[in-house]
C-alpha cells in the first residue's frame, strides 16, 4: 500500500546535500491509541562516523531534545548496537556511512496527532570532528500506510535485546583475575558466536574490553575513582553477534588484591 500523500512520513533532510551529515525524522504506520514508531534518520558522507551513547576514546553522544512538540506524553529513543571504530589509535564505538535511531512515541491525547520537534547536537567526524546540529519537525500522520515501515523495523532489529538476570546468567560467566595489576575479568559467552563487547560502567569508572578468543572476553577497568569504592561494580555490557545483539547487567566484583588508584 502506498502512503497517504495528504500525510508526509518523513520531514525535510537537515542542511545541504554537501554537508558530511544530514538528518530527518520519519514516521511509521500508526499504531493506534496514540502509539506511535518515529526514527530519526542520520546519513553520513564517505567515511564519516558518529557516536554511540557511550563513545569511547573519542567523540561525544548525541543528545536528543523534543522540547517544542506538542500532545507528546512520551519520545524514547533506542540505540542500535554500534561498531568498534580506530579514529587515529584512539578506540570509538559509533556508526560509519548512517544510523537510524528508533523512537517510540505516545500521545497525551491518543485523539489528536502528534506534532515532534527534535533538536539533535551529535559530532561527525571525518579527519577532524565538527559538531553538528540538526533541527526538524514533523506531524506523525494518524492514517495511512508509511513507506519508512521497513527502514525503521531494521533499525529496531539492531536494537540489542534486553536480557533479564535470569536470562543473563545462562549466557555468559564472568570470573575475576586476582593476579591482574588492574581490576580485570573475564566473561566466557555461552550463545552464538559474538563479534565484540561493549561496557558501559558507574561515573568515575572507565571499562575497557578486549576479545581473547571466540568466547572469551577481558575487561579491564583503565580508570576507576580515587574515593568512595564499592566491592562491587553495576556494569550494563552490550554484546553483538551476527544475527542479534544483547543488553545486559553484571555485577563486577572487585578483586581484593588489585590496586585501588587508577587514573587513566
Not at 578468543?213 to 575487561?219: G, N, Q
Request: charge should be neutral; charged fraction near 15%; hydrophobic fraction near 40%.
Amino acid at each position: 500500500m502506498k502512503p497517504d500523500s495528504s500525510a508526509p512520513f518523513s520531514s525535510a533532510w537537515s542542511g545541504t546535500a554537501s554537508d558530511k551529515a544530514q538528518m530527518r525524522l520519519i514516521a511509521g504506520t500508526a499504531r493506534g491509541h496514540g502509539r506511535y514508531t518515529a526514527a530519526v534518520e542520520i546519513k553520513l558522507a564517505g567515511a564519516a562516523v558518529t557516536y554511540w551513547r557511550q563513545p569511547g576514546d573519542a567523540g561525544v553522544p548525541p543528545t536528543f531534545s523534543f522540547q517544542g512538540s506538542t500532545n507528546l506524553a512520551a519520545a524514547d529513543v533506542a540505540y542500535p548496537a554500534p561498531l568498534r571504530i580506530n579514529e587515529q589509535g584512539l578506540e570509538a564505538f559509533g556508526y560509519r556511512g548512517g544510523v537510524t535511531f528508533p523512537i517510540a512515541v505516545a500521545a497525551r491525547d491518543p485523539a489528536k496527532p502528534v506534532h515532534l520537534r527534535l533538536t539533535l547536537d551529535y559530532a561527525v567526524c571525518d579527519n577532524i570532528c565538527l559538531p553538528a546540529k540538526g533541527v526538524t519537525e514533523l506531524e506523525l500522520p494518524q492514517t495511512g500506510a508509511s513507506d519508512a515501515e521497513q527502514l525503521i523495523a531494521a533499525a529496531a532489529a539492531r536494537v540489542p535485546l534486553p536480557l533479564t538476570k535470569a536470562a543473563a546468567a545462562q549466557k555468559f560467566v564472568i570470573t575475576a583475575d586476582p593476579a591482574a595489576a588492574r581490576p580485570t575479568w573475564f566473561l566466557d559467552w555461552k550463545g552464538p558466536e559474538p563479534s565484540d563487547l561493549f561496557a558501559e560502567a558507574p561515573n568515575g569508572w572507565d571499562i575497557e574490553t578486549h576479545r581473547l578468543s571466540v568466547r572469551r572476553f577481558s575487561l579491564v577497568a583503565v580508570q576507576q575513582p580515587l574515593q568512595g569504592l564499592s566491592p562491587r561494580i553495576s556494569t550494563q555490557l552490550t554484546l553483538t553477534t551476527a544475527a542479534q545483539s544483547y543488553v545486559f547487567s553484571a555485577d563486577l566484583d572487585l578483586p581484593t588484591q588489585a590496586s585501588t588508584s587508577g587514573a587513566k
